[in-house]
């Protein structure tokens, strides 16, 4: 599980401007890197992987087109994470559904989203 951070985008340009960034991360950045180790997408921020190394190399490979991404792009188009958080486990997941809950996803999630800072 990971955080996009588009605060100061979406205060300064508008909730349009900053899903439309978040959507070219998703199909620039955040889909090939995990696809390319077997990622699982269960929501858009939240990937599920059967082997762990997957799971880290998925994250490196993340972080290298994210900054090659933003190396060509001016301040206010350049896409921020706010951090990433793991965690393995079992699942309750229901197929085709937003169901996945568990304790993977909740300390993923805390890891993340709520205490990470600076990617």
Known sequence: MFEIELSEIEEKF???????????ALDKIVRPAFRAFNGNELEDILWTFKDPLDAVKGVLRFKNLLREYNLSQSHFDKIHVTGFGSHSGN??????T????GDPVNTSSKLGEDIAEDG
């Not at 349009?16 to 978040?22: N, Q, S, T």
């Not at 699942?91 to 085709?96: P, Q």
């Not at 937003?98 to 809950?101: N, P």
């Open 98 to 101: 937003d169901i996945h809950w």
């Open 91 to 96: 699942l309750l997941f229901i197929e085709d």
């Open 14 to 24: 508008g909730a349009e401007r900053g899903l439309r960034m978040k959507y070219k």
